[in-house]
């Protein structure tokens, strides 16, 4: 039996598995240097109805790809502008109107259409009469894109590469000479489980990211798959790196073209939603922004968010809302869909530095530079306990509570001494950590390890002290920075540890 595939269709297969895994930079290499193009989506129906509803970034995600005309690509552009001007997000228009190889294509062949948009930028205000065409709608814009698209693209089976490159493994099989047969299958799902790494503290530099002490890293996070890690930096920049090379990530479009995530201000905080798609982002300023990640795109602003810096930002489970605390000692529930804050609690009398959702989303715990810990109703929004442990000296800042992974009604308390606490819900201490340097270091920053079983705390000494959970034991100490540091992050499944300091450096370290 022999498989007969045409070269332009053995360039689509290879298209087709670049594309299912976000392998985006190389197809597009690939297809600038054929000229073969894959207009393909993974359905036509759902494609459809995204632009019928005005999803854009998903649209947008989706045609990253496509050859598509011309024409059809302005008509496109021209609509998301429009929306987004509508919806009063005139930055992020502005930035497609004027960056965009469409909409630099309209300036050159329709001046008059291009400058209708600059000039709707301009106004205070929306008027669909204004913006449309005599007899059009947004509606009836996104029906003809919509009908425009769909005649470009078609949908093929999903991973046809390698279904092909399986079935002729199975056939050579069948032709070797110790071929299995399927009641002999071999069962590789243990040896999967064999690859999970046993957590252990760290005990050397893995490397290093300069940064420069003007624009030092303020905040960080590792992707919940563990393939980048995120900064916030001083100077109001937002960037994903690659873990393993250290470098800028270039696999994000935006970012290979050197354009970044920016706030106005430091960049204090950040968090992903449950899917991974959405990052937000806390400033110095008191503004959070939401930015969808392939696109680099901000999808929702909360220009009054607090009135001082925001300290902490968490998502809901469902991705609904998003949990902020704040300098200006309150913490607020915000709605992602309408943009506006829905809840504030009261009742801190100094910063709020932490806070967080329980695992069942039922209360929210906070830590504070009061002194204390509080447990929230999220319903409510009442405070139905304030804690201060008994191994807490008055008074003294909490820097973190961080809910145990193994154990969702204890959380770990962090504060400005040299001691750290288990507690759980009912205010009671379970376990207690000490750095046995009580005169040299107050922990100013802490992480707990994805399977909880090592706690890891950083001192004013610039010293990262590892705890054993189940023990209890100091296990390991050492020197991370020679300046003050600001943070620290543990990754979500690999033995590796950013800390991040005012000396401008970023250090990752592992076993």
């Known amino acids: 039996m022999a498989v007969e595939l045409e070269p332009t269709d053995v360039i689509r297969l290879i298209m087709q598995y670049l594309k299912e ?39 947008l995600l989706a045609i990253e790809s496509l050859k598509l005309p011309d024409n059809t690509l302005i008509d496109l ?28 294509m309209l300036k050159q062949t329709q001046p008059e259409r291009y400058t209708h948009l600059e000039k709707l930028l301009t106004y205070p205000y929306f008027d669909p009469r204004e913006a449309y065409p005599k007899g059009s709608s947004k509606e009836k814009q996104r ?6 698209l769909a005649r470009e693209v078609s949908v093929v089976p999903p991973s046809r590469l390698i279904g092909l490159l399986e079935q002729v493994s199975y056939m050579k099989r069948q032709l070797s000479p110790g071929y299995l047969s399927p009641e002999m299958t071999i069962d590789t799902s243990a040896s999967k489980e064999q690859h999970v790494e046993k957590e252990s503290f760290p005990s050397q530099l893995y490397r290093h990211i300069k940064f420069g002490r003007r624009s030092h890293v303020e905040c960080a996070r590792f992707s919940p798959n563990g393939k980048f ?32 995530m920016m706030m106005d201000d430091a960049v204090l905080c950040m968090c992903f939603n449950q899917d991974a798609d959405l990052l937000a982002t806390g400033a110095q300023n008191g503004k959070i922004k939401v930015w969808k990640i392939k696109s680099g795109l901000c999808v929702r602003r909360f220009e009054h968010a607090h009135n001082k810096g925001v300290t902490c930002l968490n998502f809901s489970k469902d991705s609904d809302h998003i949990l ?62 304030t804690f201060k442990s008994q191994s807490m000296a008055p008074d003294v800042p909490v820097n973190n509570v961080i809910p145990l992974p193994q154990k969702p009604e204890e959380f770990v308390v962090c504060n400005h001494s040299s001691t750290v ?13 000490c750095s046995e340097q009580p005169q040299k270091a107050g922990f100013v920053c802490c992480t707990v390890s994805p399977h909880g079983e090592w706690i890891y705390c950083v001192g004013e000494d610039c010293v990262l002290y590892c705890f054993n959970y189940t023990t209890g034991k100091l296990e390991k100490t050492l020197t991370v920075h020679e300046k003050d540091v600001i943070g620290i992050a543990h990754h979500p499944h690999e033995n590796l540890i950013a800390t991040y300091s005012e000396d401008g450096l970023l250090r990752l370290w592992k076993p």
């Open 21 to 59: 895994n976000n392998l985006y930079r190389t197809l597009m290499t690939l297809q600038e240097e054929t000229t073969v193009s894959l207009n393909t989506v993974q359905s036509i129906e759902s494609f459809i109805e995204d632009i019928n509803r005005g999803h854009w970034d998903s649209v």
């Open 324 to 385: 902020s605390a704040s300098f200006d000692q309150t913490i607020r529930i915000h709605e992602l869909r309408s943009g506006k804050t829905l809840k504030e609690l009261n009742g801190h009398s100094s910063f709020v530095n932490d806070a967080c959702f329980t695992q069942d989303g039922l209360h929210i715990i906070s830590a504070s530079s009061d002194g204390t810990v509080k447990i929230w109703n999220t319903k409510s929004c009442e405070c139905v306990d």
């Open 77 to 104: 552009y021209e609509q998301v502008v429009m929306e987004l001007i509508e919806m009063r997000e005139v930055g992020a228009a502005r930035s497609l109107l004027r960056q965009t190889d469409p909409m630099i």
């Open 421 to 433: 606490v288990i507690m759980n819900m009912h205010g009671q201490t379970v376990k207690t950590f």
């Open 143 to 148: 029906r003809a894109i919509a009908e425009a």
């Open 229 to 260: 890690l995120i900064t916030g930096s001083v100077d109001g920049y937002i960037v994903f790196w690659n873990v393993n090379s250290g470098k800028i990530c270039k696999d994000l479009k935006y970012q290979a073209q050197e354009s970044f």
